[in-house]
Structure formats: C-alpha cells, structure tokens
C-alpha cells in the first residue's frame, strides 16, 4: 500500500505522494505533490485507479489535522498519467483546478478555473508564505508547467526530466527545439532540487538538465550521419524505418516504436533548422550543408 512519502533534501512544506498511473516504462507511479506549509497547492492528480484514489484522498484531507487547507490542485499538463484523476479529485475534495490555457481543450469535463500563465506567481498564505514562480515550458507537451520555488529553490517540474529514463517527445503534440530550448532554460535557474512527475528528487539539477541537453544532440548527430550514409547510395534519401534500428542501435528494439517518435521529432527539428529535407516520406541531408 502506497503512503505519502515527506520529500528529502530539506524542502520545506513539501510532501510527495507516488501513486501507481498507466504511464511510460521504466517509470510506474506518478508523483503528486502538496506544497505550501499553510494554504496547500496539490500538483499532479494522476492516478486513475480507485485503490490508489483512496490513499490519495486520505493523504490530501489530513493536511487539516496539520493546520493546513487545500486551495486549488494544479496540472503540470494533460498526459493521462498526470490528470487520470482530476475530475474525481476536485469533486471530492470540493477544489477547483488550475492549469495552463492549453490544457483547457485537452481536458474534456475538467474546467480551469484558473489559466495560469508563464512568470505569474501563485501566492500560499501560512506562517511561513510560499510564492511559486510558474513556468511554462512547452516542448513535450503545449500545455506543460513547472513550478519553483524560489525561495527554497525547489522545481516541480513535471515531465520536462526523470528520475531514471528520458523524456518522449511525440511529434503530433511536441516540439523537439522548443523542449531542448526550455531545458536550457530550467538549468539556468540555479534550482536547488528538481521534483520530478517520476522518481525521487534530484539534487544540483543543472547538471542533469545539461545531460538531457548533450544525449538529445548526440542523438542528432547520429540522425545526420546515417542520413550522410545513406546519401552514399544514391539521392533518393531514406526512410524513417530504415534510420531507426541505425540511430537507436543502443536502444532495445521492444522500444522502438516509441523511439520511432523521438526520431521523427528529431527531423522534424532539422527540417526546420534546413538541415535535412524530405519529400514523401523519405529524408535526405539537405543540400550545401555541412556537419
């Protein structure tokens, strides 16, 4: 039986509860997390699954026996891992739900009472208030938000990374230069912690944030030179079956279709840059670019 579980590292008004979701492998629970030390902000409501709803509900009406009251529960975006239970959550507990304005078509029968927008702050009365910065960075999804504290220097972040794993980029709804842009962006803040959607807390986050920087480019290159390889054998490019098993030849095949995606979001992003091309369904090093 899950239980909520006080988030380490020394966050102060923070407390995680991981309950089991319908999400990605490696990754199997979604965290949900509470903040603020009087008025509380409940971020994540993830699971779809009656038992864990139970525990999720206890866990959320006893911060009262704490002094602390529920004000709103907030979505970092629309993935069903992340929002499989708000529409129950906010029923049950009387609260209303905030996101961002591109969650709100996303999310049939869970209307935002609250359309939070990038750089405004959420204030949480208490005797210790808590301000969080909100920032929205799209990428992986239009919609998605992170959270920071800034005082404490704590990011709730979402799926921007991971505790174990990477991060999918799906090309019908991300944008691969958008989310490497914001990675940059989330390692320039000088955050303390990093709380993820998966796993456990991330202490020094830029350094995992450069890490996703670097493995995404290196995947890049990988892209451009299969391309150049194919090139060899002719003008007539190649296909995104053919580059998959060359560009991922680290990756387990049981993966690849997922896999298949990042790739695809990857020529996506060179096509846009003018450094591949593509006609039908076959992509090509662009003419008269170099490496």
């Known amino acids: 039986m899950i239980r909520p579980q006080p988030v380490g590292l020394g966050v102060r008004g923070v407390e995680a509860f991981p309950a089991r979701t319908p999400t ?20 994540e409501p993830a699971t ?6 139970r525990e999720w509900l206890a866990w959320a009406r006893g911060f ?18 992340h929002v499989g239970g708000a529409r129950f959550f906010a029923a049950e507990l009387g609260l209303p739900v905030w996101g961002h304005a591109e969650a709100a078509p996303r999310l049939p ?23 969080l910065r909100v920032l929205h960075t799209p990428g992986h999804a239009p919609d998605h938000l992170c959270f920071l504290d800034e005082a404490q220097g704590a990011l709730v972040c979402g799926d921007m990374v991971a505790g174990e794993g990477t991060i ?16 940059d962006r989330l390692a320039g803040l000088g955050a303390r912690v990093a ?3 998966h796993g456990g807390p991330i202490g020094a986050p830029e350094a995992l944030f450069r890490r996703y920087i670097a493995h995404r480019l290196g995947r890049e290159r990988l892209v451009i030179a299969a391309l150049e390889a194919a090139s060899e054998g002719g003008a007539g490019g190649t296909s995104i079956e053919a580059l998959l098993p060359v560009v991922y030849a680290d ?27 593509r006609s039908d369904d076959r992509w090509r090093r662009a003419a008269g670019t170099g490496a």
């Open 24 to 43: 990605l492998p490696p990754a199997t629970h979604t965290n949900s997390y509470a903040l603020g030390g009087g008025e509380v902000l409940l971020v």
């Open 109 to 131: 029968g869970v209307p935002l009472a609250r359309r939070l927008a990038d750089g405004e702050v959420v204030r949480l009365g208490g005797p210790e208030p808590t301000a």
């Open 48 to 53: 779809p699954y009656e038992d864990e709803r």
């Open 168 to 183: 999918l980029i799906d090309p019908r709804e991300g944008d691969m230069a958008e989310y490497l842009a914001q990675l």
């Open 195 to 197: 709380l993820p959607a």
């Open 251 to 277: 990756t387990a095949p049981l993966v690849w279709p997922l896999a298949r995606l990042s790739l695809e979001a990857h020529l996506i992003k060179l096509e846009r840059e003018g450094r591949v091309a």
């Open 64 to 81: 009262a026996s704490q002094g602390r009251s529920l004000v709103a529960i907030a979505v970092t975006h629309h993935h069903a891992d």
